[in-house]
């Protein structure tokens, strides 16, 4: 697709003092407008052109087709934003995967699997809050600035509130796990008294039984020496 660049902002009066973002906007439309898929940005103080593809796209069924970016400017253009022609591939190819890992701490509050508490942190940064560049120039900059300062003191007030939360059910965990910890070792020292005691008892029945036994063998070798006596 070709598109003429220069013509969008030639017929307005002073053209040199076109606003970039109105230009911007034109280019934009008539690469849309053409099914081109490329994008025009202001990356600081240079004008981007970057291709919607990423590497190269396999539609099924159909040939490859490549990411490819040509820009191809007259002298008037070229010399007005001070740019050369040029030709950019991308590199890669579109149909990939994206592995997401959840990296959130997760504490394990119980002795079976699938007992344990994930804590989540939100991120609470100027940039995040959108207090990072607050205008105060003007009084309804200034308003809007207080707007935004509202509407983040809201939200770090939330994420207190939820980590506050936390913090209650792992203290929970924690009293549970140490009373479940001493109640296991009541239990193991009442089980190891009562073996003792049965240990003890079977000892005691087998001294019986040993000291009936040689009683009772005793008084059996007592009989043959009895009946001698009698027949002296």
Same mark, same amino acid.
């Given at each position: 697709?070709?598109?003429?660049?220069?013509?969008? #902002?030639?017929?307005?009066?002073?053209?040199?003092?076109?606003?970039?973002?109105?230009?911007?906007?034109?280019?934009?439309?008539?690469?849309?407008?053409?099914?081109?898929?490329?994008?025009?940005?202001?990356?600081?103080?240079?004008?981007?052109?970057?291709?919607?593809?990423?590497?190269?796209?396999? %539609?099924?069924?159909?040939? +490859?087709?490549? =990411?490819?970016? @040509?820009? *191809?400017?007259?002298?008037?253009?070229?010399?007005?934003?001070?740019?050369?022609?040029? *030709?950019?591939?991308? =590199?890669?190819?579109?149909?990939?995967?994206?592995?997401?890992?959840?990296?959130?701490?997760?504490?394990?509050?119980?002795?079976? %699997?699938?007992?344990?508490?994930?804590?989540?942190?939100?991120?609470?940064?100027?940039?995040?809050?959108?207090?990072?560049?607050?205008?105060?120039?003007? #009084? @309804?900059?200034? +308003?809007? @600035?207080?707007?935004?300062?509202?509407? +983040?003191?809201?939200?770090?007030?939330?994420?207190?509130?939820?980590?506050?939360?936390?913090?209650?059910?792992?203290?929970?965990? !924690?009293?549970?796990? &140490?009373?479940?910890? *001493?109640?296991?070792?009541?239990?193991? =020292? &009442?089980?190891?008294?009562?073996?003792?005691?049965?240990?003890?008892?079977?000892?005691? &029945?087998?001294? !019986?039984?040993?000291? =009936?036994?040689?009683?009772?063998? +005793?008084?059996?070798?007592?009989?043959?020496?009895?009946?001698?006596?009698?027949?002296?």
């Amino acid at each position: 697709m070709v598109v003429n660049a220069y013509t969008t #902002v030639s017929t307005a009066a002073a053209a040199d003092l076109y606003k970039f973002d109105v230009w911007q906007a034109s280019v934009n439309r008539a690469l849309v407008t053409g099914g081109a898929q490329v994008r025009v940005d202001q990356v600081g103080s240079t004008i981007a052109f970057t291709a919607l593809r990423v590497g190269q796209e396999n %539609p099924d069924g159909a040939a +490859a087709i490549r =990411s490819l970016v @040509s820009l *191809t400017g007259d002298a008037e253009f070229n010399s007005l934003f001070d740019i050369q022609n040029g *030709t950019a591939m991308g =590199s890669g190819d579109k149909n990939f995967r994206v592995h997401i890992v959840n990296n959130s701490p997760n504490f394990q509050i119980g002795g079976d %699997p699938g007992q344990k508490m994930q804590v989540n942190f939100a991120n609470m940064n100027a940039d995040a809050l959108g207090v990072q560049a607050l205008d105060l120039t003007t #009084v @309804s900059a200034a +308003a809007k @600035s207080i707007a935004k300062i509202n509407s +983040a003191i809201d939200r770090v007030s939330a994420e207190r509130s939820k980590l506050g939360a936390f913090q209650n059910r792992l203290e929970y965990a !924690i009293s549970n796990i &140490r009373n479940t910890y *001493t109640n296991l070792s009541a239990a193991e =020292s &009442r089980i190891r008294d009562a073996d003792v005691a049965q240990e003890m008892i079977e000892f005691t &029945r087998n001294q !019986i039984v040993n000291q =009936s036994g040689t009683a009772m063998l +005793a008084q059996a070798n007592l009989l043959p020496q009895g009946v001698l006596q009698l027949l002296r």
